[in-house]
């Protein structure tokens, strides 16, 4: 009932957004008179942001289609490389650019799409041949595709780097995790080190990753611990209606992980809006544009596998079982004592409200049998959880030091 709901009011809303960015339209154009007086210009700045809020939004392009080289242009190409069910490999080639280290950024499946880490890969791509982890919405997967939880993201890391190759060449392959996917990026990384896997990569980043969510907790680790495990399964599990490919499944909807972020920082989006508003009725096309350009990636969600939501709940907040030496990957233990060669970066940013500080430091201390000079931790200062990984902090503050990282390891 719950997603039949959403989808109602999605379809009534979409309708409101075109007739809303018709009459903005209409109360701007140089024909009107309207558009010369002060309200006309108000009522259509409001009429716009209406528009904006209310579209409908479905999974975002990249758009990344060059990069910057020695000071040559350079051409890149999306491809998929390697697929399965629940995700793909994504490259960026960049035309004629071969010999560099290989990088896997491993975006989260948290609800957004990985084009939230556009910012992420634009700023990688000088330096590295640059792959990504292209999480589908699980409501376009058909039933008879099976099942996805915590096992089968770790086996789909690890199919992922066998498809990238053996870690030898020029720079060989390293690995970055952003937030969720920080846990079972590290859960491979120790079991294939244990297996001596030849495709295990040099380094492993891991930026604003719950890894032991019982230092400096957040309101998000609250959440996830105030209310018993069988409480997210009757609340938050709904399952996917007629008219999707997935019809049947039961997911954890998008829809109410993005309800439930922006609740936590309501006043912040709300004043995001009111600055919009205020652009548009002084005619700040580029001011208002910032604005809309982050809420367009932010509010395009995807769903989450019941499976794969409830056990993160359940292994990453509730039982801390990676940190406690718990954590098993299809019943065998997980043992990050058996990383001894693959070189540990951990990033936090000084003022995240969804990753606390210390919790991904935290793997440095697990990682008991990892010499000290392949471990390195970094705190961007007045960086907030999204900040250590788009934005100006990450490009100038962060970034250099996974360059640096990736190069003293290759």
Same mark, same amino acid.
């Given at each position: 009932m719950?997603?039949?709901?959403y989808?109602l009011?999605r379809?009534?809303?979409?309708?409101?957004?075109?007739?809303?960015?018709?009459?903005?339209?209409?109360?701007?154009?140089?024909?009107?008179p309207?558009?010369?007086m002060g309200g006309?210009t108000?009522?259509a700045?409001?009429?716009?942001?209406?528009?904006?809020?209310?579209?409908p939004r479905?999974k975002?392009a990249?758009?990344?289609t060059?990069?910057v080289?020695d000071g040559d242009?350079?051409?890149?190409?999306?491809?998929?490389?390697?697929q399965r069910p629940?995700?793909?490999l994504k490259?960026f080639r960049?035309?004629?650019?071969e010999?560099?280290p290989?990088?896997?950024?491993?975006?989260?499946?948290s609800?957004?799409?990985?084009?939230l880490?556009?910012?992420t890969?634009?700023?990688?791509?000088p330096v590295a041949?640059v792959?990504?982890?292209?999480?589908?919405?699980?409501?376009?997967?058909p039933?008879a595709?099976?099942r996805f939880?915590?096992?089968?993201?770790?086996?789909y890391l690890v199919?992922?780097l066998?498809?990238?190759?053996?870690?030898a060449?020029?720079?060989?392959?390293?690995?970055?995790a952003v937030?969720?996917?920080s846990v079972?990026?590290?859960?491979?990384?120790?079991l294939?080190?244990?297996?001596?896997?030849?495709?295990r990569p040099?380094?492993l980043?891991?930026?604003?990753?719950p890894?032991?969510?019982r230092e400096?907790?957040?309101?998000?680790n609250?959440?996830?611990t105030?209310?018993p495990?069988?409480? @997210?399964?009757?609340?938050?599990i709904?399952?996917?209606p007629?008219?999707?490919?997935?019809a049947g499944?039961r997911?954890?909807?998008?829809?109410?992980?993005l309800?439930?972020f922006m609740s936590?920082?309501?006043?912040?989006?709300m004043?995001?809006?009111?600055?919009m508003?205020?652009?548009?009725?002084?005619g700040?096309?580029e001011?208002?544009?910032?604005?809309?350009?982050f809420y367009?990636?932010y509010?395009?969600?995807?769903?989450?596998t019941a499976?794969f939501?409830?056990q993160?709940?359940?292994?990453?907040?509730q039982?801390?079982?990676?940190?406690r030496?718990?954590?098993?990957h299809?019943?065998?233990?997980?043992?990050l004592a058996?990383?001894?060669d693959?070189?540990l970066?951990?990033v936090?940013g000084?003022?995240?409200?969804?990753?606390?500080?210390?919790?991904?430091k935290?793997a440095l201390?697990l990682?008991t049998?990892?010499?000290a000079e392949?471990k390195?931790y970094?705190?961007?200062e007045?960086?907030?959880?999204?900040?250590i @990984?788009n934005g100006?902090?990450?490009r100038?503050m962060?970034?250099p030091?996974?360059?640096?990282w990736?190069a003293a390891?290759?």
């Open positions: 719950l997603y039949d709901a989808e009011q379809k009534m809303l979409a309708g409101a957004s075109a007739m809303a960015r018709l009459g903005a339209g209409w109360l701007q154009g140089p024909a009107n309207f558009s010369y006309g108000v009522v700045s409001a009429l716009e942001v209406f528009a904006h809020a209310a579209a479905g975002p990249f758009g990344l060059h990069t080289i242009e350079v051409a890149v190409h999306e491809e998929i490389v390697f629940f995700g793909q490259r960049r035309e004629g650019i010999q560099a290989k990088l896997l950024i491993v975006a989260p499946m609800g957004h799409y990985a084009t880490l556009r910012g890969v634009e700023r990688m791509l041949d792959y990504i982890t292209d999480w589908r919405d699980a409501k376009l997967v039933l595709d099976g939880d915590l096992d089968d993201y770790i086996d199919a992922f066998a498809a990238i190759g053996p870690n060449g020029q720079g060989g392959t390293h690995m970055l937030c969720q996917p079972p990026c590290l859960a491979a990384v120790a294939m080190s244990a297996d001596a896997h030849p495709c040099r380094t980043t891991m930026m604003g990753g890894i032991d969510t400096a907790p957040t309101a998000v609250t959440l996830a105030e209310r495990h069988s409480w @997210f399964a009757d609340n938050v709904v399952t996917v007629a008219g999707h490919p997935g499944r997911v954890y909807p998008g829809f109410l992980q309800a439930g936590m920082n309501l006043g912040n989006h004043q995001s809006h009111w600055e508003f205020a652009h548009l009725v002084q700040d096309g001011g208002a544009g910032a604005t809309k350009a367009e990636e509010r395009s969600v995807c769903d989450m499976e939501y409830l993160t709940i359940d292994r990453v907040f039982t801390h079982a990676l940190p030496g718990l954590m098993t299809r019943g065998r233990p997980v043992d058996a990383i001894t693959v070189a970066l951990a936090e000084e003022k995240d409200d969804i990753s606390g500080l210390g919790q991904t935290a201390t990682a049998s990892l010499p392949l390195r970094l705190v961007a007045g960086a907030g959880h999204y900040g @990984f100006s902090r990450w100038n962060v970034a030091v996974v360059e640096q990736i390891h290759s």
